[in-house]
Structure formats: C-alpha cells, structure tokens
C-alpha cells in the first residue's frame, strides 16, 4: 500500500482501471473495513482517503480532539486491501485563498443541527472527488444524510460517478460502530444502546401502521433527541435520530423500507 500526502504525487499515482474511492476520517472500525473491502472486491484499484476535515466541524464540536491513529490505520487499511492511502494536510486541501464552498440546500434535521457541517462535507468530497478521479464511492449507511448530501451533489453537478451506500455494521449489542464511540465510558456505552433499541422499535411501529416517530421518543429511556426524522435516501425510507450520551452526540437510523441504493 502506497501511503501519498500531496495531490500532485496522487495524480502521478493513479493507474489506470476502475477506481473506487472511500472518504474517511480514520479511526478505522469495521464500518470503514467493509467500505473497504466492498471496493477491493468491486474495483481495480481502491483509494482510501484520510483526512479530518477541519470545514465540517462546527466551532463547538471535537475537532481538536477526534480520535487519529495514522499507524493503526495504515495496517487495517494494507490488511483490507487498499491501494493507496491519501493522507493530505489541511494545508494541502485548503491552501492560503481557498474560498469555494459546495452548498447543496436542505440537508434534513441532520443539516439544521450542524450548521455548515454538510457544506463541508460537499465541498471536500468534490475535492477528492476531482483529485482521485473514481468511478466509484463508498458511503455507510450509518451518515445516511451524508450519503444522501453526495447524491444530490454527484445529480445536481452531473458528476460521472457511481455512488454505493453500505449497510451499517453494529457491535453485538447492536450499537452502530462509530469513531466517536471512543469517547463513551462504560455506562454511556450501555446507556447508548437504547438509540439502536429505540430505531427497532419505531421500525416496528411503522410496520404496525403506528408512528414511528413518537414510538422512537417514547423508547429513548432518557436520552436526549437532538432530533427524530424520517428521511428518503436513494429509494429508501429512513427513520433517523440523533441523542446526546453524556457529551457525547451519536446518530444512527434504519430502513423502514426501500432500498439504499
Ligand atoms: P468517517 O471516518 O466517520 O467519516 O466515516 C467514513 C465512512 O465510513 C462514511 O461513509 C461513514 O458513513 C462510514 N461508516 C462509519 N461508520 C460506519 C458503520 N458503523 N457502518 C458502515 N459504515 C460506516
């Protein structure tokens, strides 16, 4: 695995075949390694970004300290078949004069809780997407605004790209798998569970002919919404929360039904 810091060496790196892009902030977990291995087993050649974008953190959130290990990473990255690892600096994405942002529109609750965070997040991931040049990117389903935001992005600015959206992976107890879950002590672990539970639980409703919102309110067991919302992605249906464990802020959703496409 080649490990590339600045855009002119990834371009003279880039060979030819089909290539498959994963955007990443590190911190890898199993999510990231199924994004991975999805692309080495559908694309010629897989690069793997790693770069803690700076623009899609609010001034209150945890940039400074969001979990980074370049080493760790760089292992489960060469054990999981990436190519290339891009590892840019903030210098590198966003030189002295850098002023175009990628806005694009409503991003759903998701958008209003963060603002600015999904014109972060379009415009690094049009900036990767120009400098890699892939014919395909892998997104989780577990930011399914996210995944949703990029879709807009590669309709509205007729991006030749193929975008693939993968399930999310949870630890056993069925916690989604986030970087940020390094920051949980063991009780907000325990007491994160009831997010997952309460989703399970609103997907019920919704196939009781019940609403699933309200079922998910009712079924937090103490956590605090930052919101509940059902959301289209792809051609699927989605119902998403975000909740506050201690100081610590997790999003998670499920198919109500539909496919992510
Ligand atoms: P991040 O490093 O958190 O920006 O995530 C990089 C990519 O991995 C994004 O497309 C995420 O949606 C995806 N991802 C993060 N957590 C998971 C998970 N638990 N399951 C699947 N994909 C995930």
């Not at 990255?77 to 840019?88: N, R, S, T």
């Not at 415009?123 to 605004?145: E, M, S």
Request: charged share 30%.
């Amino acid at each position: 695995m080649k490990i590339v810091r600045s855009i002119e060496e990834l371009r003279q790196a880039r060979p030819d075949g089909r290539i498959g892009l994963v955007p990443t902030m590190g911190a890898f977990h199993e999510g990231h390694l199924s994004l991975f291995r999805a692309a080495r087993g559908e694309c010629d050649v897989v690069v793997v970004s790693l770069f803690v974008n700076p623009a899609q953190f609010g001034a209150n959130e945890d940039l400074e300290r969001y979990p980074r290990d370049e080493s760790r990473d760089g292992k489960l990255a060469e054990e999981a078949g990436v190519d290339v690892l891009f590892v840019p600096s903030a210098e590198e994405m966003y030189p002295d004069g850098s002023g175009t942002w990628v806005d694009v529109g409503r991003a759903g609750a998701e958008g209003e809780a963060r603002p600015g965070h999904f014109r972060g997040v379009a415009t690094i991931c049009l900036k990767l997407f120009n400098i890699v040049r892939p014919q395909v990117a892998y997104f989780g389903q577990k930011d399914a605004q996210q995944a949703a935001v990029v879709g807009q992005l590669v309709r509205d600015l007729n991006l030749e790209l193929e975008v693939r959206i993968l399930p999310t992976v949870r630890d056993a107890n069925g916690l989604a798998l986030s970087s940020r879950n390094a920051y949980l002590r063991p009780a907000e672990r325990e007491r994160a569970l009831a997010l997952p539970r309460a989703l399970l639980k609103g997907r019920n409703a919704f196939l009781r002919g019940s609403d699933p919102v309200k079922t998910v309110r009712a079924e937090l067991n103490g956590l605090e919404p930052d919101y509940i919302e059902l959301l289209d992605v792809g051609d699927a249906r989605i119902l998403a929360a975000a909740a506050r464990v201690g100081g610590t802020r997790l999003i998670d959703n499920i198919v109500l039904e539909g496919e992510l496409k």
